[in-house]
């Protein structure tokens, strides 16, 4: 095996990883549902875990970064777009369930070739209009094959999830941070966590509560870690490896991943009906990434 393929292979295997340990974050989630932790707590839990983890990784390996005044005000907004994105996506677990929830939310890509398109003028193509046909036909087969399980509220808090991380997408690629990749993603999970604190306040804070058993902690600990860190280390080093491409290809493993938690774990209903909704959504998010690769190969 040449040194290039076995660094393809290594890529490939992170890509595929990281893709499933962000596809387990409900498993987490509805873990600590079960145990009586409300959506604000778990992902206090989440991201508290995360930056501990984090920080202690920027100390040992010595990262640790002072912020300009236009990092902060960028890092701190990031911060609030993905606390929206994650509060939206971690309710509407309560409504859709994981696979529903995640399959939605993954309509990601298909907002950010919108907002491209609607924000910063990028010439739409026939490629984006068949993808987003797509994707809607997929999420009508989905919501039709879930039946009454599923809610309106449940459904738009997805949506705004998933517009909410395409918002902050685009926002860090516009920002284009100096930031090496360790302490850029302290930092924003760091204004989340605050951001986070700051909905909880204003809700009155009644959704909070501390770890009360090991379980707690040990699930907390869980989503801190597998879906955070270990997703984003992997993540980083499969962008090196392979491109984004084919990196964001690999990413759709996380839906299936996280129906599969739900089928398996929780017992959610699944379908050839639900089957053939996912599918629509994947082939529909496949061509938007696919365009983007060879619009950057065309333009670079």
């Known amino acids: 095996m040449t040194k290039r393929t076995a660094m393809m292979v290594a890529g490939t295997a992170a890509a595929v990883a990281s893709a499933i340990s962000y596809g387990v974050n409900p498993l987490g989630a509805l873990k600590l549902y079960d145990l009586g932790y409300g959506p604000i707590s778990v992902l206090l839990f989440r991201f508290g875990y995360a930056i501990l983890a984090l920080g202690i990784w920027m100390l040992v390996s010595r990262q640790a970064t002072r912020l300009s005044l236009r990092e902060l005000v960028t890092t701190s907004a990031l911060g609030i777009l993905f606390a929206v994105s994650s509060i939206t996506f971690y309710i509407s677990f309560k409504s859709l369930g994981a696979g529903l929830a995640s399959t939605l939310v993954f309509l990601y890509p298909i907002f950010v070739a919108l907002i491209m398109c609607v924000v910063f003028r990028e010439k739409p193509s026939w490629r984006l209009s068949f993808a987003t046909l797509l994707a809607l036909v997929g999420v009508t087969r989905l919501i039709d094959a879930a039946g009454s399980r599923v809610t309106a509220g449940g459904i738009a808090m997805a949506v705004v999830s998933a517009l909410a991380y395409a918002t902050y997408i685009v926002a860090l690629r516009k920002a284009r941070l100096k930031l090496t990749v360790v302490p850029q993603t302290f930092y924003i999970m760091f204004f989340t966590f605050v951001a986070v604190c700051a909905y909880a306040a204003a809700m009155g804070g009644g959704d909070f509560a501390l770890p009360r058993s090991v379980a707690a902690v040990g699930w907390g600990l869980f ?45 959610e209903p699944f379908s050839l009906r639900m089957a053939i909704g996912l599918a629509l959504i994947l082939a529909s998010v496949a061509i938007v990434i696919l365009q983007s690769a060879v619009r950057r190969r065309c333009t670079g």
């Open 223 to 267: 989503l801190g870690v597998c879906p955070s860190l270990v997703s984003l280390i992997l993540l980083s080093y499969a962008l090196k490896r392979i491109g984004p491409t084919p990196t964001a290809i690999y990413g759709a493993l996380e839906p299936p991943t996280a129906v599969l938690v739900g089928c398996l774990v929780f017992s």
